[in-house]
Every structure is written in C-alpha cells, then in structure tokens.
C-alpha cells in the first residue's frame, strides 16, 4: 500500500524531538491526553509502521503520518 499524500515539512529546531512532543508541535494535536489517545488507538505512524510509544525519538527525515496526512521531521 502506498500514500500519495504530500508531505508537509515541519522544522523542530534540534535535533531529536519525542513523537508526542512532535504531535503537538505541529499542531495536529491540542492536548497531551489527545497525544495519548491517538497513539494508543494506532491513529499514527513513524516511516510506514503504527508506533504507540509516546516517547519515541523521532530524527531528521523521519515520516510521521496522521489523519490521513503526512509531516517530514526537519533540523
């Protein structure tokens, strides 16, 4: 299955950025209890496979999809 939908790039200003933090700094979600449920559910996606760690550390370059969208991780 391939996603053909654009990716928005989204700069973080570092160098690593928690896959939480990164849902509400891009503005796909208001709250952390909204963060948590979302990924719990398996609504999100790090480069193509559903992560539900909160935690995780996401790189430059990295692919995080969510609501049928897409966002490249950027210095």
């Known amino acids: 299955m391939t996603n053909s939908a654009p990716i928005d790039d989204v700069p973080i200003g570092g160098e690593v950025i ?30 193509g496979e559903v992560d539900r760690r909160r935690g995780r550390q996401l790189q430059h370059g990295d692919i995080v999809s969510f609501d049928g969208r897409r966002f490249r991780v950027l210095p």
Do not use: H, M, T, Y
């Open 18 to 47: 928690r896959l939480g933090q990164f849902l509400k700094f891009a503005g796909l979600l208001d709250s952390g209890g909204d963060v948590k449920e979302a990924i719990i559910a398996g609504d999100v996606a790090v480069n």
